[in-house]
């Protein structure tokens, strides 16, 4: 079964908007009120089975491609991508062995 490889890096950004990005793209574990409530705001990720190698480097299957690329564009990332075969780890991690 075939997926995507996809590697990023952030270009010249402050830390303010590295927060923003990283907020909208991996999400956030948040609470409020001295840590009474606690919740997690969703980001991109929160709706696409990936596998997080390293910093910067995700496992993908092929059909969100697309989807995230135009996310990280819109962060003027720097943006790698390639077709891998995926292990039988990664199609576990993915969910996709229960899709068939």
């Known amino acids: 079964m075939m997926g995507k490889i996809l590697a990023y ?5 402050n ?5 923003y990005f990283c907020k909208h793209f991996l999400g956030q574990e948040t609470s409020s ?3 009474r ?6 980001g991109l990720l929160d709706h696409i089975p990936h596998r ?7 496992i993908i299957p092929s ?6 690329v135009d996310f990280l564009h819109m962060y003027n ?5 390639r077709n891998v075969v995926l292990t ?3 199609i576990r991690i993915l969910g996709l062995d229960k899709k068939v």
């Open 63 to 68: 059909g969100y491609s697309d989807e995230v």
């Open 88 to 90: 039988s780890d990664d």
């Open 9 to 13: 890096r952030l270009k010249e950004m």
């Open 52 to 58: 997080k190698l390293i910093r910067g480097v995700l």
């Open 33 to 35: 009120n001295r840590g």
């Open 37 to 42: 409530y606690r919740y997690r705001r969703k």
């Open 77 to 81: 990332a720097e943006v790698y991508i």
């Open 15 to 19: 830390t303010a908007e590295k927060n």
